[in-house]
């Protein structure tokens, strides 16, 4: 493709994409396919001859788009949300455009400074411990999810302790964190999961933690790792994270904190009090990819004391040497996850901080929670409809007085609209509905919408 080609497909993806979220809130949030309809429609063998062009993108209407889940509707309310904005996209292109390698500061010295540089405006912007600035002992990578996030800071728990055998090893989490807590483990060889009972608001009961290491202490295994939830899938909740801090400091287990969802909105003052306590962690993560205007993949990892973390993931093969690195004047960020080669990931990051400026980060995120606080008032007013949890954030949790099904039937109106979708999810027997509001484009007519479903059908 020549780059006067280029140019003009690309212009014209550009107005497609463009023209896709104008009329994304019209559109069926589910697509109406069934399984391997999409490949039925596929030629059976890869082109021998090229096309042209204009014939490939001709398909993104005929192929793609019937078999496109529309998580940039407004009316998704579903699991926490993916947010994209026009900056980010840009960002995306950019590197893309760009093609950069980053795994040494040698390939690519504008990848990795720019990573350093955006992750330290995000401590400081989101008041974490100052340590976690890739100018002082610890620093910031970007990964592509929280489970990666979470699966590295328990490989690097467990390569601490050289002489455990890993299927004595336990890791600790509530019942109600993320399931690549446990995945995590599973991956590292760890031989134990503890999950944690939680409290009358979802969050860990740290006197259960504390039962639960020292019973595993008693029957001789050992305790390496525990992961606090700031904002757990289910409900939102959050473990408070200084006692389970001092628990873990106390014993000498690497404490981790899970804020994928909820770590965004401390850019934002008035939700700090969560993090008290946060000085405590060797290791946190936080997902700019569900609520902070940026694309999937962009999920950020902050260790403590990069120390533990480089000397678990560095190998150098001989075509990796090079001057900077051999003078340890750099940071090479393949020492700070599993993969070797990165994209320019911190371009998005860098675009979206730049273009919204951080009150405009702000404001966004307030306006999502006030949304969400307003539809909990609603549901807590109305006679047959109970919140089944706090609303901190911007996901409201609720069911039917009248129980399950009572329950089950509200989901099911508020999905026949077709423009709302919403997933439900279970606390111990108890079926709830899950209303995350924190789409790009919701505003309050959409959380309107979805509230004449759940009325209508309560
Ligand atoms: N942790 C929490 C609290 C989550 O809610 C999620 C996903 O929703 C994850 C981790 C996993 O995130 P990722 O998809 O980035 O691995």
Known sequence: MSSEDFRRHGKALIDWIADYWDTVGDRTILPDVAPGEIRASLPERAPEHGEPFGAVLADLDTVVMPGITHWQAPGWFAYFPANVSFPSILGDLASSGLGQQGMLWQTSPVTTEIESHVLDWLVDLMALPQGWRTTGPGGGVLQMSASDSTHTAIVVARSMRKDTDPSR??????????????????????????????????????DALATAIDLDVASGLFPVFVCATLGTTATTAVDPIRPIGEIARARGMWFHVDAAYAGNAMICEEFRHHLDGVELADSYTFNPHKWLLTNFDCSV??????????????????????????????IDYRDWHVPLGRRFRA???????????????????????????????????????????????GLVSFAHLDGNDATARLVEAINATGTSYVVASTLGERLFVRVSIGSTLTEASHVDAVWQAISGAA
């Not at 995590?184 to 979802?202: K, N, P, Q, S």
């Not at 533990?308 to 093969?317: A, F, G, R, Y």
Request: charged fraction near 25%.
């Open 301 to 330: 990892f902050w260790v403590a004391d990069r120390g533990p973390l480089i000397d678990t993931m560095n190998i150098v093969p001989p075509y990796l040497r090079n001057r900077a690195s051999d003078a340890g004047d750099v």
């Open 169 to 206: 090893m336990v890791v600790y989490a509530s019942t109600q964190a993320h399931s690549s807590v446990e995945k995590g483990a599973r991956v590292a060889g760890i031989g134990h999961v503890r999950l944690v009972e939680t409290d009358h608001v979802h969050a860990m009961r740290t």
């Open 347 to 393: 371009l998005k990051v860098w675009f979206v901080l730049r273009h919204y400026g951080a009150e405009g980060l702000r404001e966004y995120i307030r306006s999502h929670v006030k949304l969400a606080q307003d539809l909990a008032d609603r549901v807590e007013r109305h006679p047959r409809l109970e919140t089944v949890a706090p609303t901190p954030f």
